[in-house]
């Protein structure tokens, strides 16, 4: 049972392009050019038969998309991809906040844009994939039911803000997660502002997890945006 | 208020008090002088005051001084002194020459105030049209120069893939995957220089926004490292961050950009197997990051002017020479950097290095971070579980 992609984009040699790739990779694809068009789709899709995955280009010609992802997530929570040209952080933001799971920013790789797929339908915890208890990639295991954290077998000690902080970010293990996101739910939502206290407890987090803070390979930094976790491997 | 040397016209702005001065000075020494003067000579005293005066004044202001005048002197200085005769005859010469006096010279003088405004005016619409044609010869330059820099790539991007289109079936797999990861490669080159343009033109316009917030110097290393890394396939770059170095108020997005701008021309410039080193440290009330490789190095003429736009450094000559790559990409992007800087209210500075090799600094106020104050305490923190 393949996987249906609902793929916003309003060039139409690049819909092309990427239509093709998905589906060489075993996805349906829904093909919009606008957000009338993407609408259209999902009213004749029905419950259903909604997507899995939307692709949602920022750039479209009838509006900001806004109203296509809460339309989304009211359904079946599809996962929601937001693409984007660079330098429009500030709308980035606001709909990964507004519940977008992940973004690419153009021009993109297409290994790129699988990888984010994959974490992003995984995150949803779709019929297909159970959510997340469990990380483990390389020599880096975190038990988020045991809440035991581990490096090559050894144990490491996380003060409780930092292992709070590492579980939210595995919990979305393979897709960022905002500066907002982070600081609300770990130290609370009057703490949404306070960046600083982000860059003093991960600066902590890549101390302890990472053979070189200074080049890290697990916790990544999505400038402006926030931070990501690498994909589990598997 | 004068409008030059004598070799331009003598046109002072009105100023009223100028004038009144000149008055109260006449008026002064006529007092002063008043047994030694006789009337004439007075007479010819306050003449020449209503001209000089006029000088600094509007035609209207001088026509009610001269009258005013006029009316003292009789008060003062006539016989019967002390008391207001209207003597029309005798005074009326006086009056009217006062009036034409000093009326003459107050229209000539606002002719002239008129002649020089309307000639300033001519200035500078001419120097107005000067600097739009200059900026209209730049955009020309620019775009030109952009039209180049996007030449080179898009023919290779062409070539590949236009072999790729004809000739596919007859190329071995390898060939094919080398053609198409050279389109890769070069869009990539593309992308690059694109969002410099783009990032120097909006440094540039005013009113440009930065998304400033607090950001980790060990964080803004690692992303660029991590940025790089695709294009570091030998693993020369090297990342060294000072412990405990304070938060940086700053645009993590344009500083991104600078950092892959100059490991990238560090990369490409300083050929061979070299290192390239990405430090970051504390030098008193400044951050410096820097960029330090250990290639050929740039000339001392070319140090200050590789940060202008579309400026490259001379690729490195003798037995490297050959294998040096083709000189591209580099012109925007030191521009872009710097301006970057500059929007930071810092700077970019280029050392040469002892040994050989350049090294470029990023320099940064080192703002007071709110970090030690702020932070809530850990013991013990309410399990969410």
Excluded at chain 1, 12 to 37: F, I, K, M, N, W
Excluded at chain 2, 105 to 111: C, D, H, N
Aim: net charge neutral; with cysteine.
């Amino acid at each position: 049972m393949s996987l249906t992609v609902l793929l916003v984009e309003d060039d139409r040699e690049l819909r092309q392009t990427l239509r093709e790739a998905l589906q060489v990779e075993g996805y349906r694809v829904l093909a919009a050019a606008s957000l009338a068009d993407a609408q259209a789709q999902l009213a004749h899709a029905g419950e259903r038969e909604g997507p899995d995955l939307a692709l949602l280009d920022l750039g479209l010609p009838d509006g900001e998309g806004e109203s296509l992802l809460a339309a989304l997530r009211r359904r079946r929570g599809t996962a929601v991809i937001v693409v984007s040209a660079r330098d429009t952080e500030g709308t980035k933001i606001r709909l990964l906040d507004a519940g977008a799971d992940d973004y690419l920013v153009k021009p993109f790789s297409l290994g790129e844009l699988l990888a984010r797929m994959r974490a992003a339908l995984r995150h949803r915890g779709t019929v297909l994939q159970a959510p997340l208890l469990h990380y483990e990639r390389e020599e880096l295991c975190v038990d988020l039911q045991a809440r035991r954290v581990t490096l090559a077998g050894a144990e490491v000690h996380l003060t409780p803000t930092e292992y709070k902080l590492l579980a939210r970010l595995v919990r979305s293990a393979g897709q960022v997660v905002t500066h907002r996101q982070l600081l609300a739910d770990v130290w609370g939502p009057e703490f949404t502002a306070h960046t600083h206290y982000l860059r003093l407890y991960m600066a902590q987090l890549r101390a302890k997890l990472e053979p070189e803070p200074a080049d890290p390979r697990r916790l990544l930094t999505e400038p402006g945006v926030g931070y990501r976790l690498v994909e589990p491997q598997g | 208020m004068n409008s030059g040397t004598l070799r331009t016209s003598f046109t002072p702005a009105t100023n009223r008090w100028t004038a009144v001065f000149i008055w109260a000075l006449t008026w002064g020494a006529m007092l002063l002088f008043d047994a030694h003067m006789d009337l004439a000579n007075k007479a010819l005293i306050l003449v020449l005051a209503s001209a000089i005066a006029a000088i600094w004044s509007t035609p209207w202001f001088s026509v009610l001084a001269c009258a005013g005048g006029v009316q003292a002197f009789n008060v003062a200085f006539v016989p019967p002194r002390g008391t207001f005769s209207v003597q029309l005859n005798e005074h009326l010469l006086l009056l009217v020459t006062m009036l034409a006096t000093s009326a003459g010279v107050s229209l000539l003088m606002t002719r002239q105030r008129q002649l020089a405004a309307s000639r300033h005016q001519a200035l500078q619409a001419a120097s107005a049209a000067r600097e739009a044609a200059q900026s209209q010869a730049l955009r020309n330059t620019l775009l030109a120069a952009i039209a180049h820099d996007h030449r080179t790539p898009l023919a290779t991007i062409l070539g590949a893939a236009s072999s790729l289109h004809d000739q596919g079936e007859r190329l071995s797999d390898e060939q094919r995957r080398r053609l198409a990861a050279t389109i890769i490669e070069e869009s990539s080159q593309l992308a690059r220089l694109t969002q410099n343009m783009l990032q120097l033109a909006r440094l540039d316009a005013p009113g440009r926004t930065l998304h400033l917030d607090w950001e980790s110097c060990e964080e803004l290393v690692g992303t660029a490292m991590r940025r790089i890394r695709p294009r570091d396939t030998a693993h020369r770059v090297r990342a060294q961050v000072e412990p405990d170095l304070p938060l940086l108020r700053c645009d993590a997005v344009l500083l991104g950009q600078l950092l892959d701008n100059l490991l990238d021309n560090a990369l490409r410039y300083a050929t061979g197997d070299g290192p390239v080193e990405l430090q970051a440290a504390r030098h008193g009330e400044e951050i410096v990051i820097a960029v330090r490789d250990r290639g050929p190095g740039i000339d001392a003429a070319l140090r200050e002017r590789i940060f202008d736009t579309f400026q490259r450094g001379t690729p490195p000559a003798g037995p490297l020479g050959k294998d040096a790559p083709a000189r591209r990409g580099a012109g925007v992007g030191l521009a872009v950097c710097r301006a970057i800087a500059h929007a930071h209210s810092g700077d970019l500075l280029l050392r040469p290095r002892a040994g050989g090799g350049c090294s470029f600094e990023l320099h940064l106020p080192a703002a007071r971070s709110p970090v030690l104050h702020d932070v809530p305490a850990e013991a013990g923190d309410q399990e969410r579980g």
